[in-house]
């Protein structure tokens, strides 16, 4: 068993910043790849960012140039630092994490972005 813990959610003006963090813990195994996921009110859950354990990034169109993932080895911490936040992107904010035994889904931030 993996556990996610996120945070680093709230309320942003336009333009602004924040930075997520997900932290994991539990059982010893290995973890491939390390993602962000978000979920908008009456909208599916999408994709918005991945990390593999190889440092490779992959990022959602409409986030590209904005966000950056990254990892933590050390801390067994992934980031996502969001920079020129738009209303468009107030969700929930979930980390996921790719493993060996399976997958695993932390319970979730709030981001809103709002004047």
């Known amino acids: 068993q993996v556990q996610l813990v996120e945070s680093g959610g709230g309320l942003v003006q336009p333009g602004g910043s924040l930075r997520l963090s997900c932290a994991t813990s539990?059982?010893?195994?290995?973890?491939?790849?390390m993602g962000w996921y978000r979920q908008a009110p009456a909208k599916q859950r999408e994709l918005v960012a991945t990390i593999t354990s190889g440092g490779t990034t992959n990022y959602v169109d409409s986030v590209k140039g904005r966000f950056t993932i990254s990892r933590d080895f050390a801390k067994n911490t992934v980031y996502l630092q969001m920079n020129s936040l738009n209303p468009e992107d107030t969700a929930v904010y979930y980390c996921?994490?790719?493993?060996?035994?399976?997958?695993?889904w932390g319970q979730g931030t709030q981001v809103t972005v709002s004047s």
């Open positions: 996921k994490a790719i493993t060996a035994t399976g997958n695993y």
């Open positions: 539990g059982s010893r195994i290995s973890i491939y790849t």
